[in-house]
């Protein structure tokens, strides 16, 4: 996917994190009416989780920023730059198992949280993807920021074309 220098400009100002956060329930109705082809109004490589609520027990779509990483989908629980966590982050740690929603695609994945070296490596990948997200760190009082790797449940026979990598990303 393509990300527009104006959008990688602005995306790490504060204004922008509140306006779409706003926007949020507008992109999760395009996202329905699409069939998941188009979420993050299209401006960023995204996907729709759906995790079950802590407490509810019922299920909970979020659109998400992603970066691929071999067929797994690195996704990062910035929350706009808030002090606190997202709930589908929160949801993920206390029920691994969730669904993602990759242009129309559904896959069962399992959330793993990224420690140490491997959320180093991860953390290099998301900033090459979104630079805003250093400034979101900032903005969280310097907390740390959690990553998960999502792995598809089953995945396929190797060689199998279907995983994010596959896709070459295109405007």
Do not use: C
Not at 49 to 73: E, F, M, Q, W
Not at 84 to 113: C, F, K, T
Not at 119 to 126: E, S, V
């Amino acid at each position: 996917m393509f990300l527009t220098p104006l959008t990688r400009r602005v995306g790490r100002y504060r204004w922008f994190g509140a306006a779409m956060r706003l926007l949020v329930p507008v992109d999760r109705a395009v996202g329905r009416l699409t069939r998941g082809r188009v979420v993050a109004l299209g401006l960023v490589p995204s996907l729709v989780i759906t995790t079950t609520g802590r407490k509810s027990g019922k299920p909970r779509s979020n659109p998400l920023l992603y970066v691929p990483d071999g067929d797994a989908y690195v996704v990062i629980g910035s929350n706009w730059g808030q002090p606190h966590q997202p709930a589908w982050a929160l949801n993920l740690r206390a029920q691994p198992a969730a669904e993602v929603d990759v242009a129309g695609r559904r896959v069962p994945v399992r959330g793993e949280l990224a420690t140490g070296a491997e959320r180093d490596r991860l953390w290099r990948l998301l900033l090459d993807e979104w630079p805003a997200y250093q400034a979101y760190v900032e903005r969280a009082g310097g907390r740390e920021i959690r990553i998960f790797r999502l792995v598809p449940a089953e995945r396929g026979a190797p060689g199998d074309s279907d995983g994010p990598d596959s896709r070459a990303r295109q405007p």
